[in-house]
């Protein structure tokens, strides 16, 4: 970044159900081409955003973020006619709500502190939420749920709810929140964490289901935690139920 560039945040929501995740893949519709080209288009430069994280294909987010460094600024007026232009720009399946300048070191994925999750379960049929959540049918102990996910906070690798030859470091995640909801008909698993794996959160959905309907116990949920092989774990659920609802940051990366 040279000492002209000023860098901007901005955030975003996009329904995933198009799109092969968040990162740009040969041959594949991607969000983050999708914005890079209406960024491009606007202020006539080349422009390639750096998002917080990597979702996968089908998968939606609230809350998204992305750098991106620009060799001018801007008025709060200016601003929001950016913004009015890019959604027209942009499909209507993403949409930007704002754009934050942020210190010249701030990053998108590298300072997050937390990132959240929610996944939605249909607890009976109801044609307007078919498109984003998981029906499941039949009995659920949602209470002995909220104990598995309890057991969760006494672990940190997460290797068994992680898809394998991933291409990261470490599998070690610390967890700040995991529980599940009662909201009507919406069953709703709410996750919060400083990272997440590959597949790591629709994987742990699918084993607490597991606990629910009672074909594993909590002793087995301790020890498919502890074998860290992905193959003793539960099934991934579908993505069309997963959104990305928050990210944090420190607040001293905001000009």
């Known amino acids: 970044m040279s000492e002209t560039e000023h860098r901007y945040f901005i955030r975003l929501a996009y329904n995933g159900e198009?799109?092969?995740?968040?990162?740009?893949?040969?041959?594949?519709?991607?969000?983050?081409?999708?914005v890079n080209n209406a960024l491009s288009a606007i202020f006539k430069a080349d422009i390639n955003v750096v998002g917080c994280g990597r979702t996968d294909t089908g998968v939606h987010a609230k809350k998204f973020y992305a750098h991106f460094d620009l060799a001018k600024s801007f008025t709060t007026t200016e601003k929001n006619e950016i913004i009015r232009k890019?959604?027209?720009?942009?499909?209507?399946?993403?949409?930007?709500?704002?754009?934050?300048?942020?210190?010249?070191?701030?990053?998108?994925?590298?300072?997050?502190?937390?990132?959240?999750?929610?996944?939605?379960?249909?607890?009976?049929?109801?044609?307007?939420?078919?498109?984003?959540?998981?029906?499941?049918?039949?009995?659920?102990?949602?209470?002995?749920?909220?104990?598995?996910?309890d057991i969760l906070f006494k672990y940190q690798d997460f290797t068994s709810f992680s898809k394998t030859k991933t291409q990261v470091k470490t599998n070690i995640c610390k967890l700040k929140h995991a529980r599940w909801e009662q909201k009507d008909h919406l069953l709703v698993f709410t996750i919060t964490a400083d990272r997440f794996l590959r597949?790591?959160?629709?994987?742990?959905?699918?084993?607490?289901?597991?606990?629910?309907?009672?074909?594993?116990?909590?002793?087995?949920?301790?020890?498919?935690?502890?074998?860290?092989?992905?193959?003793?774990?539960?099934?991934?659920?579908?993505?069309?139920?997963?959104?990305?609802?928050?990210?944090?940051y420190p607040a001293e990366i905001f000009l």
């Open 18 to 34: 198009n799109y092969n995740g968040w990162q740009i893949q040969e041959n594949a519709l991607s969000v983050q081409a999708a």
């Open 86 to 149: 890019l959604n027209g720009y942009l499909p209507s399946d993403i949409s930007i709500n704002s754009i934050l300048p942020v210190t010249p070191e701030a990053h998108a994925r590298f300072d997050a502190i937390f990132r959240t999750y929610q996944y939605f379960i249909l607890r009976k049929k109801d044609p307007f939420y078919k498109e984003y959540s998981y029906y499941v049918y039949g009995d659920l102990d949602v209470d002995l749920m909220n104990r598995g996910a």
């Open 199 to 248: 597949n790591m959160v629709r994987a742990i959905v699918g084993t607490l289901l597991d606990v629910g309907r009672g074909k594993n116990s909590l002793s087995d949920l301790r020890m498919i935690i502890e074998n860290k092989n992905r193959s003793d774990a539960g099934y991934s659920v579908p993505a069309r139920g997963l959104f990305l609802t928050e990210v944090e």
